[in-house]
C-alpha cells in the first residue's frame, strides 16, 4: 500500500515541477527584439524632432498614452497632447533602451509584444534648460508594423536639493517637474 502511495505523490510531484522546467527563459527572440529596436527608435526620433504628427503616428488608431497625469485615448488627442508639450519644451537626445528580457510575446500568432525599459531625455523649457530627465516606461505593440496599443510612463524625481536662502521656490520647481512630466514618452 505504500508504493501506490509513494508513486502517485512522486507523479503529482513530477506533474506540477515540469511546468516549470518547460517555461520560457528570460531570454528575447533576437528577431522580436530587433524589431522592438527599430520601433522605439523611430519613436525617440519622433521626440528628438518635437514632431507632434509623427510621434502619435507611431500609436494604433486607439492607443492609450498613460502619462503621470492621466490617460490620453486616441491618436489624434495624442497628437494635440503632444502638440501643447512642444509649445512648452523641446526634447532631445531622447534614449529608451528596452530591459535585457524584453519583448515579451503576447499569444502565439506573433502579431502583438509587450516590453519594459528605462527612458532619458533632454529638455528644455522657456525659463529652464536643458536639463535631464528619466524614468521607466513600458509599452504593448501589434502589428506588423508595431504600433503602440498602450505605452506608459513614469518619470523618476531629482533627489532633493539642500534648502539654502539661494534656492529657488518650491512652486517653481513643482512647474518644471509637471513640464518634465507632461513631455515624456
Not at 68 to 85: A, F, M, N, Q, T
Request: aromatic share 8%.
Amino acid at each position: 500500500m505504500k508504493i501506490p502511495l509513494v508513486l502517485a505523490l512522486l507523479g503529482l510531484a513530477i506533474s506540477f515541477a515540469f511546468p516549470t522546467f518547460a517555461q520560457q527563459t528570460s531570454a528575447p527572440d533576437p528577431q522580436l527584439r530587433e524589431k522592438l529596436v527599430a520601433a522605439i527608435k523611430k519613436h525617440t526620433d519622433a521626440l528628438d524632432k518635437n514632431d507632434a504628427a509623427a510621434v502619435a503616428s507611431n500609436f494604433t488608431e486607439n492607443g492609450i498614452l498613460v502619462t503621470p497625469d492621466g490617460p490620453i485615448l486616441g491618436r489624434e488627442h495624442i497628437k494635440e497632447y503632444y502638440e501643447g508639450v512642444f509649445k512648452q519644451v523641446q526634447l532631445s537626445d531622447n534614449l529608451a533602451p528596452a530591459d535585457d528580457d524584453s519583448p515579451h510575446a503576447i499569444g502565439n500568432v506573433g502579431k502583438e509584444m509587450w516590453a519594459t525599459g528605462k527612458w532619458s531625455a533632454s529638455v528644455k523649457g522657456q525659463n529652464f534648460g536643458p536639463v535631464a530627465a528619466n524614468g521607466y516606461w513600458s509599452v504593448i505593440r501589434e502589428g506588423d508594423d508595431w504600433k503602440i496599443r498602450m505605452l506608459t510612463f513614469n518619470t523618476t524625481p531629482a533627489p532633493a536639493a539642500a534648502s539654502s536662502p539661494r534656492s529657488r521656490p518650491a512652486s517653481s520647481i513643482l512647474c518644471q517637474s509637471h513640464a518634465l512630466a507632461l513631455a515624456r514618452l
